[in-house]
Each structure stands twice: as C-alpha cells, then as structure tokens.
T-cell receptor
Framework: AQSVAQPEDQVNVAEGNPLTVKCTYS??????LFWYVQYPNRGLQFLLK??????LVKGSYGFEAEFNKSQTSFHLKKPSALVSDSALYFC????????????FGKGTRLHILP | GAGVSQSPSNKVTEKGKDVELRCDPI?????LYWYRQSLGQGLEFLIY????????KSGLPSDRFSAERTGGSVSTLTIQRTQQEDSAVYLC?????????????FGPGTRLTVL
C-alpha cells in the first residue's frame, strides 16, 4: 500500500535561512511525488512534482525538491526563506502506472520568523 | 478556462439536518476527489472517482456520508443527519490522470458549520 510521512508537524526557520520540509514515502513500484502548498485563507496549490529524470525538481516560488530513491525521500527545500513562505505544506505520492488515488501526508506548518 | 468550483462557499446548518455540497470539476478531468480539512489541519481523504470505474469510498467516515458523480462531471457530497463533528472545510479536487502524473486542481472549498 502507498503511504507518505511528514515527520514534522511544524518547522520554524528564520527569514533568509535555508529551509527543509521533510517527506518520506512508501510505494510498491516507482513513485510520482508531489508538493502542494496552502497559504492562509487560500486554497491548495500545486508546487512541484517528480515524475522521472533529474532527481532535483524545481518548482514555483523558488522551491525545489530532491528525489532520493535509496532513502525513499522527497524533501522540499529553499535556499533563502521569506516570511511569505509561511504556509501549510503537503507532500503526496502516487504509484506510477496505477489509477489508485493519490495519497497525501498530514502536512507540515512552516513558520518563517522575521 | 474556469477552475474547480464548489458551492455553497459557506453552509451553516443545524444538527440532524441533511446537507448537499456541490463540486464542478475542470472540464475534461476524469478524476475527482473529495477531502475534508478541519481547522487548517491535514487533508482527510473521503472519496475518489476515476472515469467509469467504481468509486473508492474507503475514506468515508460513516454511512451518513455519500457522494455521486453524474455524467462523469459534477459531483455532490451528501451528509445526512449532520453532527457537530462534521464541521470542517470540504475540498474537491479534479485532475486528468495521464498515467498517474496528474496534477490536482483544488476548489476553494465549502466551509460547513453544524450548530
């Protein structure tokens, strides 16, 4: 069965520092991996996804994520955090070539401190 | 190209009443999901429709919850005999699952308050 874990409920980072939001996954085969973001009082938005190819995926707002097959991880990163990055972040996984539903993690709340 | 729309945006109801929440997915999207989100917390999967396949209802919390999708487009989530613990934001998402690489597009949600 597919599953995804976000081990941190909350991450606090000072503005200007690099940030990492962790995600690990479990699928039987090869994964498609996604990050979504929910800003305060706004809907969920797609941020980036890994399908195949280069393990480093670049997305919106300067975010990137690195697919690590051996560690079954897909951590979200940004070199320099902005206060406006404060939001709720969700990692999601789906097994390649299956029509099963996408599975979301429970979310990590990111606080960027000015 | 309109996005996913949901109605109503807000619904206040009394305990024990039935409610219907509507989702209009993006045209051509064959996959449709319903989620529940309480107080800005995580997403709770409710139900998944994919094309003409039988829906995945594994996330529905009780038999008071049901959903249908007519003509492969509009979906209605029905909650019967609402309880206070049903209060949450109900989110709908649609996608075109091209071999599993689909990106989900979320609607703005319906905020349900059960008094």
């Amino acid at each position: 069965a597919q599953s995804v874990a976000q081990p941190e409920d909350q991450v606090n980072v000072a503005e200007g520092n690099p940030l990492t939001v962790k995600c690990t996954y479990s699928v039987s085969g090869n994964p498609y991996l996604f990050w979504y973001v929910q800003y305060p009082n706004r809907g969920l938005q797609f941020l980036l996804k890994y399908i195949t190819g280069d393990n480093l995926v670049k997305g919106s707002y300067g975010f990137e994520a690195e697919f690590n097959k051996s560690q079954t991880s897909f951590h979200l990163k940004k070199p320099s955090a902005l206060v406006s990055d404060s939001a709720l972040y969700f990692c999601a996984v789906r097994e390649k070539n299956r029509d099963d539903k996408i599975i979301f993690g429970k979310g990590t709340r990111l606080h960027i401190l000015p | 190209g309109a996005g996913v729309s949901q109605s109503p945006s807000n619904k206040v109801t009394e305990k024990g009443k039935d409610v219907e929440l509507r989702c209009d997915p993006i045209s051509g999207h064959t996959a449709l999901y319903w989620y529940r989100q309480s107080l800005g917390q995580g997403l709770e999967f409710l139900i998944y429709f994919q094309g003409n396949s039988a829906p995945d209802k594994s996330g529905l919390p009780s038999d008071r919850f049901s959903a249908e999708r007519t003509g492969g487009s509009v979906s209605t989530l029905t909650i019967q005999r609402t309880q206070q613990e049903d209060s949450a934001v109900y989110l709908c998402a649609s996608s075109f699952p091209a071999g599993g690489t689909d990106t989900q597009y979320f609607g703005p949600g319906t905020r349900l308050t059960v008094l």
